[in-house]
């Protein structure tokens, strides 16, 4: 069965009131003058207005935020995930469904306050957490923000959702402050990473940032309803002719994390964006390639998370979704 058991405090309320949070804010403000807060590492002062590969300058942009009910179960629940989608990312992936955003910055930069407002309507309309999907890019105005919340009341978790393109010593300082981390585990090979999403180090950065957040907060904990409270859900899209090499994902979780990890196998792959420019992406997944993808998780004895029955072309969201907790 999960492992269930009664509700905790968020991590970031004790990171509040003995400085730590304060500590990281002055950390991640300081590098926005030559940023250095993602492996591009543009260096360019973001304080007064230049912007790097991510085109995002010392606001936060935000395109939506909404409850989302189409995340992992134990991530949305019953009463939804408080969802905020941030413009602009520091990847560059061609076949990107989120690409009028998140590549075409469609969004509008907001004040800090504005942010914080954001969370606190989110857990006022009982969403189950506040997800931050895209966070990397804004990370300093994110934790700006929440800590504006906090002193208004926020006291539910953080989720963390990102691409994976990480620097490990800057999610050592969220270290204490997140809650959940929901990273994807997109490529396990450079030249794809490269190719395919502009992501120079990719497998290696992303490698070491997950050992990270492992460290920090372990295997998937669920309340007694199953809604997630703290741990890591690792997200892996499966891609066409194995350009996302998930033989070589599935075996670094199971040996270098745990084969415990609950990992969302997901098979919406569909070729939006500049996908059609690529021939090896050029499709949708094919039904084998995701049966062989299921087969690799036994092989490594990876039996947490969800599996979906047939391909999906909305993740969570459609009837023809069949969503599996595999809980071994
Ligand atoms: S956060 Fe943006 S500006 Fe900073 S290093 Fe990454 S891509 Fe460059």
């Known amino acids: 069965m999960p492992n269930k058991q009664k509700s905790v405090r968020p991590v970031y309320l004790e990171s509040f009131q003995n400085g730590k949070l304060d500590a990281a804010i002055k950390k991640l403000e300081e590098m926005l003058k030559a940023c250095v807060i993602c492996p591009r590492k543009c260096k360019v002062n973001r304080l007064k207005g230049e912007r790097g590969f991510c085109k995002t300058g010392c606001k936060p942009k935000v395109y939506s935020y909404m409850a989302h009910r189409g995340e992992e179960p134990a991530i949305s629940g019953v009463k939804g995930s408080g969802t905020i989608f941030f413009s602009n990312c520091n990847m560059g992936c061609v076949y990107c469904q989120n690409y009028e955003f998140s590549q075409m910055g469609r969004g509008r930069e907001v004040e800090f306050q504005d942010l914080a407002g954001y969370m606190l309507e989110l857990q006022s309309r009982e969403c189950h957490n506040i997800n931050l999907v895209t966070p990397t890019h804004v990370l300093p105005q994110i934790l700006k ?5 906090i ?7 953080l ?24 990273p994807d585990m997109r490529y396990a090979d450079e030249p794809c990473a490269v190719k395919f999403s502009l992501a120079e180090g990719y497998p290696e950065y992303n490698r070491q940032a997950l050992k990270e957040m492992f460290r920090q907060v372990g295997n998937a904990q669920l309340d007694e309803n199953g809604i997630m409270e703290r741990g890591i859900i ?7 002719n194995n350009i996302s090499g998930t033989e070589k994902i599935m075996q670094f979780i199971a040996q270098e994390l745990s084969t415990d990890t609950y990992i969302s196998l997901m098979s919406q792959y569909l070729p939006y964006h500049r996908a059609q420019e ?3 992406i050029s499709r949708r997944l094919k039904l084998k390639e995701y049966t062989q993808a299921k087969e690799i998780m036994d092989k490594y004895n990876l039996h947490n998370g969800w599996v979906q029955e047939s391909l999906a072309s909305e993740r969570f969201a459609g009837v023809n979704i069949k969503s599996v907790l595999k809980d071994g």
């Open 234 to 240: 690792i997200r892996h899209l499966v891609l066409p």
């Open 278 to 280: 690529f021939k090896e």
């Open 145 to 149: 923000s929440l800590k504006i919340a």
């Open 159 to 182: 989720v963390y959702n990102t691409s994976g393109y990480e620097l490990p010593e800057i999610i050592q300082l969220l270290d204490g402050i997140i809650d959940i981390y929901l």
């Open 151 to 157: 002193t208004l009341g926020l006291n539910i978790p």
